[in-house]
């Protein structure tokens, strides 16, 4: 008997084997549905997952530290511990000048503050920064323009107010232009910004009042003090190479014990963006476990059914066998009715699996930043594939068994 693939009998056929027992069918079918939801949603969601978390870095250099002085705990030199000490904007240039693996570092100070405009005032914190703030934290300038180094080397009063202060003081009228009162001072206002993740360094950008950092030191008499700087490496550094030559260089200008590595705040930006990648490095493997369970769940289930029908068809396969039939038409037989199953569970579990990532897709975007929770469709064929070969390959050994079954010893089974 020669079979034909697409011979409309055979089909029926196969359509009559599969639903003689749904129950069987139906849950071998959804063990394959599974095992490829299962696959797909773990592939398609995890580069979903890793951009939504590292999201929370955008807007910062993830090669990015930053530093603030805090109390001695060790004594040194005739000093207690206990004793708190400021940078300044002389440490600042001595590290820019003599660590030439820092791309970039700026120093930054703030303070408490009410601003206020016309009749409205809003409490929250003004900082001061340089020019080159923009270039370590970039956040997002809604309107107008960021502090630059012409503000700093005259030290205008400008400000960059942040997008929700803005509303808070001017409603829906942009504020460009107009002045903003900050305990009894005027600036005007060049910028409107609006943080990009929500990390933050000290203060939120989106709550505050930026002004340049020479500004502010002369309206709060700062002097020459600095209470923290951050700041970006070159390509090919971290922080942490550097961060030991900068305690020494500070230890040495303020007197601090060499081992007193807690008299210094440390925040390393790089070292959480590496965290989040090792994470992702075990969802991967972990995701890898899970697909290979379910596949390997499903092809067993495949291979299970397989030798069902075999041991339910043995009289028929025998009658097959005295009437003329091959043994490739035999394995051909019993493979596509294992083929067809594979191919509509898959192809359902595919589906789904593409129907739930888009609603993930949907429910995390923010700000028309849709995260990548989407299978690609060289996936989805990847996946259908292997389910399709392996699951061919486990129905073998019940093919083979059928094919050398005797016709006598067949019609003879009870």
């Not at 925040?267 to 290979?292: H, M, P, R, W, Y």
Request: with cysteine; aromatic share 10%; proline share 3%.
């Amino acid at each position: 008997m020669k079979y034909q693939f697409f011979d409309i009998d055979n089909w029926k056929e196969i359509s009559a084997t599969l639903s003689r027992n749904k129950t069987r069918t139906f849950l071998t079918g959804f063990g394959i549905f599974w095992g490829t939801a299962m696959l797909a949603l773990l592939w398609g969601g995890a580069q979903g997952l890793q951009d939504l978390l590292k999201n929370n870095f955008k807007g910062f250099s993830t090669n990015s530290a930053v530093m603030w002085s805090w109390r001695t705990t060790i004594p040194y030199k005739g000093y207690e511990k206990g004793r708190y000490w400021n940078m300044t904007v002389e440490d600042i240039d001595a590290i820019r000048n003599n660590i030439t693996e820092i791309a970039e570092i700026s120093p930054m100070a703030s303070r408490s503050a009410t601003m206020k405009h016309g009749t409205k005032s809003y409490a929250n914190s003004i900082q001061g920064v340089e020019g080159n703030y923009i270039d370590v934290i970039t956040p997002k300038i809604t309107e107008g323009r960021f502090i630059n180094d012409s503000d700093m080397r005259e030290g205008k009063k400008v400000c960059v107010i942040g997008q929700h202060a803005a509303a808070e003081l001017f409603g829906t009228t942009s504020p460009l232009g107009k002045y903003v009162e900050v305990n009894n001072i005027y600036y005007k206002v060049i910028g409107v910004s609006a943080r990009q993740s929500d990390i933050r360094f000290n203060v939120d950008i989106e709550e505050c009042i930026t002004i340049p950092l020479s500004t502010m030191r002369k309206a709060y008499n700062l002097g020459n003090f600095v209470e923290e700087f951050i700041f970006t490496m070159k390509q090919g550094y971290v922080p942490a190479d550097v961060k030991p030559r900068i305690t020494r260089m500070l230890g040495k200008r303020h007197s601090i014990h060499p081992d007193d590595d807690r008299a210094y705040g440390y925040f390393d930006v790089s070292e959480q963006f590496k965290t989040v990648d090792n994470l992702f490095t075990g969802i991967n493997v972990l995701a890898l476990f899970v697909g290979l369970g379910s596949l390997l769940a499903g092809i067993i289930g495949i291979g299970n059914i397989m030798w069902i029908i075999v041991k339910e068809r043995t009289q028929e396969i025998g009658v097959r066998r005295a009437i003329g039939a091959k043994p490739r038409d035999i394995i051909v037989q019993i493979l596509s009715e294992g083929v067809v199953l594979t191919s509509i569970a898959g192809m359902a579990g595919i589906c789904f699996a593409v129907l739930i990532l888009s609603i993930a897709a949907i429910a995390t975007s923010t700000d028309g930043v849709i995260f990548r929770f989407q299978l690609e469709f060289s996936h989805s064929i990847a996946i259908l594939l292997t389910f399709l070969v392996l699951g061919t390959m486990a129905g073998l050994i019940p093919s083979v068994k059928a094919m050398r079954i005797k016709p006598i010893e067949a019609l003879n089974d009870k």
